[in-house]
């Protein structure tokens, strides 16, 4: 999946050391989406989560 992300929003990293970190922020954001996604609706307030351009972006980064 973290591939199609790469290829869909043209993303393009210095070396395979932020592909790794990229990687495993992709994995927790994932797992946070599938997740709230398996929420019944009424704690979920009927929000349904996906992948997007900023899905190997970290809180941090996200948020600035």
């Given amino acids: 999946v973290v591939l199609v992300i790469i290829a869909e929003y043209g993303k393009e990293y210095k070396d395979h050391e932020e592909f790794n970190r990229r990687y495993e922020i992709f994995q927790t954001n994932f797992k946070f989406i599938s997740e709230h996604n398996s929420l019944p609706d009424e ?8 992948i997007n351009k900023n899905s190997d ?3 941090e980064e996200f948020l600035s």
């Fill in 43 to 50: 704690e979920s307030e009927g929000i349904v989560l996906g």
């Fill in 57 to 59: 972006l970290n809180e």
